[in-house]
């Protein structure tokens, strides 16, 4: 087989999965749009109920909402070595926050902060797994706050019928990934590679410490919002149980290639908090709140961000 037909086989590989990708948000979008019409009436009354919400709760919302920036810029310092402008770095990951709404399955934050990582000098393979290393130390994060509040707030579910699904459902995962990267050679090098990576960066406890206690911050402060939302809005719902419903939402959302998980994550997050108690038009008003704050209000001045930092040669 020539070079130019296994080329030409990539490309076509590549071309699909593209278009199966673009399907399946195109779905999900199409989708969210029908809930959306049919639940029109509670959609406004949910707007109208976000509109007459307190608005220290909300003030506090916004706060939380721009240090999530923040503690996304001190979880990408501690993924690498190499030091890294600070300033440049935060407006990286506003901009970053704002292609990640346009782009699927957070295909705009990874290319934004990739652009950004081989600009500060570090090559395109240590920037890939730089982002591979924030990425996961972000999924095990939630993971681990899930089960610690799923054991702290028994009340919720009963733990007898949850934990040992969780017990069980660890090492089915854990032993599908180790055999996966034993059958697959290539999989191998990337994961040697990573593992490298990672143990140079645990070799500094100060960038350990970014890494994890940033990626820790990052998901609580999330999680900080829609209960500061939630407040505003009058529910008296326990903060574990709001937290957890984030939690699960987030990571159901992340099953969908949406564009910043919309449809999906909005879907979710409404059913989480009303498993968690909510009435339904307050848990749309809710999850109202929580996208204008994280995703919509900050769109614009975002992409203005984005736009400057590749002028300036930053991206």
């Known amino acids: ?7 030409d086989s990539v490309t076509v590989t590549a071309g699909r ?7 399946i948000t195109l779905v999900v979008l199409v989708a969210a749009g029908a809930m959306l019409v049919a639940h029109r009436a509670t959609l406004d009354t949910g707007t109208d109920q976000l509109a007459a919400a307190d608005g220290e709760w909300l003030v506090l919302a916004c706060f939380a909402t721009l240090a999530t920036w923040v503690c996304a810029a001190v979880a990408q310092q501690g993924a690498v070595v190499e030091r890294l402008p ?7 990951q506003f901009a970053a926050c704002a292609a990640n709404h346009i782009l699927p399955a957070g295909a705009g934050a990874s290319l934004v902060n990739l652009r950004f990582l081989t600009r500060c000098g570090l090559s395109t393979r240590r920037s890939a797994t730089a982002l591979a290393v924030k990425a996961s130390v972000g999924g095990i994060v939630r993971c681990v706050l899930g089960v610690v509040l799923l054991v702290a707030s028994a009340g919720t579910v009963p733990l007898s019928v949850r934990v040992p ?5 660890v ?3 854990a032993a599908a990934v180790v055999l996966a990267v034993v059958a697959s050679g290539r999989l191998r090098r990337v994961v ?10 645990h070799r500094s406890r100060g960038r350990a410490c970014a890494l994890w206690g940033g990626s820790v911050a990052f998901a609580l402060l999330h999680a900080g919002v829609v209960v500061a939302v939630v407040r505003a809005l009058g529910l008296a719902l326990p903060t574990s149980h709001v ?12 099953l969908l290639p949406t564009p910043g998980g919309l449809g999906s994550l909005d879907a979710a997050l409404a059913f989480a908090l009303t498993a968690a108690g909510a009435p339904g038009q307050t848990a749309i008003s809710a999850v ?13 001045p975002g992409l203005l961000v984005l736009g400057l930092l590749a002028r300036r040669s930053a991206l």
Not at 1 to 7: H, R
Request: hydrophobic letters at 55%; aromatic letters at 6%.
């Open 165 to 169: 699904h969780v017990l069980v459902l």
């Open 288 to 300: 109202i709140g929580y996208r204008l704050l994280t995703g919509w209000l900050p769109m614009a």
């Open 243 to 254: 937290v957890m419903a984030y939690l699960v939402a987030s990571g159901a959302a992340a």
């Open 1 to 7: 087989m020539t070079v130019a037909t296994v080329s």
């Open 86 to 92: 600070k300033g440049r770095l935060v407006a990286a």
């Open 17 to 23: 999965r593209h278009y199966v990708r673009l399907g």
């Open 171 to 173: 090492p089915v995962v």
């Open 192 to 201: 040697g590679r990573a593992v490298t990576d990672v143990r140079e960066v």
